[in-house]
């Protein structure tokens, strides 16, 4: 473990590149979009600033995609065949934090098995069972800025609760491996996530041949030089 936590950390506190400046009006976009919605954000965290601070910066990365590409997304026609036909069908990304349909599917089943997290357990819980139903309402949810904050703090705090020792880490550490979870896929393994977060593949993706950064450095770096601060000042 301290080889492994050695190694990211020498990733992370390595990068120089400062990522306002790659995407300055992506970057812009996103710093204000987390200011518009503070009151959103303290409701969502119970004003636990280091935990919001700590989740935003997790999901930063993806706001800065969003913003670049948002023209080019149009789910209507995915969001029908996700309701009628489940993620057999189709499964593709919603609102500023690219939320996918499979992990908020995923994030469910996990909180519902976690017996620390019987708060959360009972807010994503559904009144139907019929299951077009819920996959409705679950559109519904991620289509809903107030909801995507809600799945970002379970999906933190379930994450916290799968790896314990994660707990006594350094913060800018924290926020790299859970940017890479959220990136790569929270379920895969510790050495998995870990080996992501020195792959340079944000914002095109592994195939793209063009240069690429590392989805952790971008969450590390907000969260360093942006996060604490912009929710502390949105606090006083």
């Not at 954000?41 to 004003?47: A, R």
């Not at 550490?173 to 890479?180: D, G, H, Q, T």
């Amino acid at each position: 473990m301290k080889s492994i936590v050695l190694l990211l950390c020498l990733s992370i506190y390595g990068t120089s590149v400062d990522y306002s400046k790659v995407w300055p009006e992506d970057f812009q976009y996103a710093v204000q979009f987390i200011k518009a919605h503070n009151h959103i954000i303290h409701e969502v965290f119970n004003e636990n600033d280091e935990l919001a601070s700590m989740t935003l910066s997790v999901g930063f990365p993806e706001m800065l995609r969003y913003n670049a590409f948002k023209d080019f997304f149009e789910t209507k026609s995915l969001e029908v065949a996700y309701v009628k036909y489940g993620l057999e069908a189709v499964d593709f990304s919603i609102g500023e934090f690219q939320m996918k349909p499979s992990f908020a599917e995923s994030l469910e089943k996990e909180v519902e098995n976690c017996g620390e997290l019987i708060d959360l357990r009972e807010v994503l819980s559904y009144s139907h069972l019929n299951k077009q139903q819920i996959r409705k309402e679950r559109i519904e949810r991620l289509k809903d800025m107030k909801w995507q904050l809600i799945y970002m703090k379970a999906f933190t705090l379930f994450m916290f609760e799968k790896y314990p020792n994660l707990k006594t880490e350094d913060d800018e550490f924290k926020v790299a491996f859970l940017a890479s979870a959220y990136n790569y896929g929270f379920q895969s393994s510790f050495i998995e996530i870990e080996n992501w977060t020195r792959v340079h593949a944000f914002p095109h993706g592994l195939k793209a041949n063009v240069e690429q950064y590392a989805y952790s450095d971008i969450a590390a770096f907000y969260y360093k030089n942006f996060g604490k601060k912009l929710i502390f000042q949105i606090n006083e």
